[in-house]
C-alpha cells in the first residue's frame, strides 16, 4: 500500500503512524546511498564491469588492464570490458571515469604517468588525482628500457650518447605522448647526458615501437612489455633499463646507471582506482580479488614475460604510495621546467 493509503487506513492508532514515516525515512535513506541500493540489485558484481584504460590498446596499461580483467571475469562470472579512451596523455580518458558513478562497475587503470606526473605538469586538469579516485591496489611496477633501432651502430648507451653528440638535433626519439614517464625518462636521459635528440609524442606506445621498428625514430626509453617481445625477436636492440636494478626479464641487459649515467633511476607503476564515493565493501572486495589475481602462478609468469612484477597492495597502501609519486615528480618537473595547459 502507499504510504497515503496506510496513513488513512491507521490514523488513529500512534504505532501504525511510526511504522508509516519509519518506513518512508528508510525508503529516503535506502535509495539515496549507494550501498544500500547495491543490496536492491544482488551481491556485488551482479552486471558487467568496465575498466578504462586512458591509453591507446598493446600498450603496457592495456595489457595489464586485460590480465586483470579476464580473471575477475572467471572468478565472479561477470564480464570485465576493457575501454580504451587515448587522448591527451591519459587526461581524457581519466576525466571519464573520474565523473562516472561510483558503484564499483566502473575502474581505472593508472598510472605513473596519469597520477604521479600529470597532476604537476598540466596547469588546468579537469579532475584531481587524490580527490577525485579512490584507491584499490597497486597491481604491478614495471621497469622502463631503452631499445633502439637495429640499424643504429650501437650496442651500448655510451654509444649511444657518442653518437647522439656527435650529430646534434639530427635524430629523434618517440614518446607515447608530452609528459608520459617515457617523455619525462628520456629529458631525464639528456639533462644528464647532454645530449640533443628531437623529441617525437605519439598517441601510444604501439605508435612509438611501429615507427621505432621502420627507423622514423631511433630511440626510445618506454614501458618494457610491448617493446619486451620484439627485443627477443631481434626486432630492436635493448641498450639498458631505467631502475635503479636490472630486470629479471632481461637479466643481461644493464640499467642505465651501470652503462654509465651514475644515478640514473626512473621506473614506471600501474593500478586500480574507483571514482570517489564508491562504497568501502565494495573496493574491499576489489582489493582482494586483485591481490588474489597477482599471486596466481599463471598470472605472474604472464605478467614476468613481459618484464612487469606483480605487486597487490591494499587500498590504503596504494593511496599513500601514489601521494609520494605526485611528490617526487613535482621536483623533477619544476627542476626541468616543463609544464603543459
Given at each position: 500500500?502507499?504510504?497515503?493509503?496506510?496513513?488513512?487506513?491507521?490514523?488513529?492508532?500512534?504505532?501504525?503512524?511510526?511504522?508509516?514515516?519509519?518506513?518512508?525515512?528508510?525508503?529516503?535513506?535506502?535509495?539515496?546511498?549507494?550501498?544500500?541500493?547495491?543490496?536492491?540489485?544482488?551481491?556485488?558484481?551482479?552486471?558487467?564491469?568496465?575498466?578504462?584504460?586512458?591509453?591507446?590498446?598493446?600498450?603496457?596499461?592495456?595489457?595489464?588492464?586485460?590480465?586483470?580483467?579476464?580473471?575477475?571475469?572467471?572468478?565472479w562470472g561477470q564480464p570485465v570490458i576493457v575501454e580504451n579512451r587515448p587522448g591527451a596523455n591519459g587526461n581524457i580518458g581519466t576525466e571519464v571515469a573520474a565523473r562516472a558513478t561510483p558503484d564499483g562497475y566502473t575502474l581505472l587503470m593508472v598510472t605513473a604517468g596519469s597520477h604521479g606526473v600529470n597532476p604537476s605538469l598540466y596547469r588546468k586538469l579537469t579532475w584531481d588525482?587524490?580527490?577525485?579516485?579512490?584507491?584499490?591496489?597497486?597491481?604491478?611496477?614495471?621497469?622502463?628500457?631503452?631499445?633502439?633501432?637495429?640499424?643504429?651502430?650501437?650496442?651500448?648507451?655510451?654509444?649511444?650518447?657518442?653518437?647522439?653528440?656527435?650529430?646534434?638535433?639530427?635524430?629523434?626519439?618517440?614518446?607515447?605522448?608530452?609528459?608520459?614517464?617515457?617523455?619525462?625518462?628520456?629529458?631525464?636521459?639528456?639533462?644528464?647526458?647532454?645530449?640533443?635528440?628531437?623529441?617525437?609524442?605519439?598517441?601510444?606506445?604501439?605508435?612509438?615501437?611501429?615507427?621505432?621498428?621502420?627507423?622514423?625514430?631511433?630511440?626510445?626509453?618506454?614501458?618494457?612489455?610491448?617493446?619486451?617481445?620484439?627485443?627477443?625477436?631481434?626486432?630492436?636492440?635493448?641498450?639498458?633499463?631505467?631502475?635503479?636494478?636490472?630486470?629479471?626479464?632481461?637479466?643481461?641487459?644493464?640499467?642505465?646507471?651501470?652503462?654509465?649515467?651514475?644515478?640514473?633511476?626512473?621506473?614506471?607503476?600501474?593500478?586500480?582506482?574507483?571514482?570517489?564515493?564508491?562504497?568501502?565493501?565494495?573496493?574491499?572486495?576489489?582489493?582482494?580479488?586483485?591481490?588474489?589475481?597477482?599471486?596466481?602462478?599463471?598470472?605472474?609468469?604472464?605478467?614476468?614475460?613481459?618484464?612487469?612484477?606483480?605487486?597487490?597492495?591494499?587500498?590504503?597502501?596504494?593511496?599513500?604510495?601514489?601521494?609520494?609519486?605526485?611528490?617526487?615528480?613535482?621536483?623533477?618537473?619544476?627542476?626541468?621546467?616543463?609544464?603543459?595547459?
Amino acid at each position: 500500500l502507499s504510504i497515503r493509503r496506510q496513513r488513512q487506513m491507521c490514523i488513529r492508532d500512534s504505532h501504525c503512524i511510526s511504522s508509516v514515516i519509519g518506513s518512508a525515512i528508510a525508503g529516503l535513506v535506502f535509495s539515496a546511498n549507494p550501498a544500500f541500493a547495491q543490496g536492491t540489485r544482488g551481491a556485488y558484481p551482479d552486471k558487467p564491469i568496465r575498466i578504462i584504460v586512458a591509453y591507446t590498446p598493446a600498450g603496457a596499461t592495456d595489457i595489464l588492464a586485460r590480465a586483470v580483467g579476464q580473471k575477475m571475469s572467471e572468478a565472479w562470472g561477470q564480464p570485465v570490458i576493457v575501454e580504451n579512451r587515448p587522448g591527451a596523455n591519459g587526461n581524457i580518458g581519466t576525466e571519464v571515469a573520474a565523473r562516472a558513478t561510483p558503484d564499483g562497475y566502473t575502474l581505472l587503470m593508472v598510472t605513473a604517468g596519469s597520477h604521479g606526473v600529470n597532476p604537476s605538469l598540466y596547469r588546468k586538469l579537469t579532475w584531481d588525482a587524490v580527490k577525485d579516485f579512490t584507491p584499490i591496489s597497486l597491481v604491478a611496477m614495471v621497469p622502463n628500457i631503452m631499445v633502439v633501432n637495429t640499424n643504429v651502430p650501437v650496442k651500448t648507451v655510451k654509444e649511444l650518447v657518442a653518437y647522439l653528440k656527435a650529430s646534434p638535433g639530427k635524430f629523434s626519439y618517440g614518446s607515447p605522448g608530452l609528459g608520459s614517464t617515457a617523455h619525462m625518462s628520456m629529458e631525464l636521459f639528456k639533462s644528464m647526458t647532454g645530449t640533443d635528440i628531437v623529441h617525437i609524442p605519439y598517441k601510444g606506445s604501439a605508435g612509438v615501437l611501429q615507427d621505432l621498428i621502420a627507423g622514423q625514430i631511433i630511440v626510445t626509453i618506454d614501458n618494457m612489455p610491448p617493446y619486451l617481445p620484439q627485443v627477443k625477436a631481434g626486432r630492436i636492440r635493448a641498450l639498458a633499463v631505467s631502475p635503479a636494478k636490472r630486470s629479471p626479464a632481461l637479466p643481461d641487459v644493464p640499467t642505465i646507471a651501470e652503462a654509465g649515467v651514475a644515478g640514473y633511476d626512473a621506473a614506471a607503476w600501474f593500478g586500480l582506482v574507483a571514482p570517489a564515493g564508491t562504497p568501502k565493501a565494495i573496493v574491499d572486495k576489489l582489493a582482494a580479488e586483485t591481490q588474489k589475481i597477482l599471486k596466481q602462478p599463471d598470472v605472474a609468469e604472464r605478467l614476468a614475460g613481459l618484464g612487469a612484477e606483480p605487486v597487490g597492495s591494499s587500498p590504503a597502501e596504494f593511496g599513500a604510495f601514489m601521494k609520494l609519486e605526485i611528490g617526487k615528480w613535482a621536483k623533477v618537473i619544476k627542476d626541468a621546467r616543463v609544464e603543459l595547459q
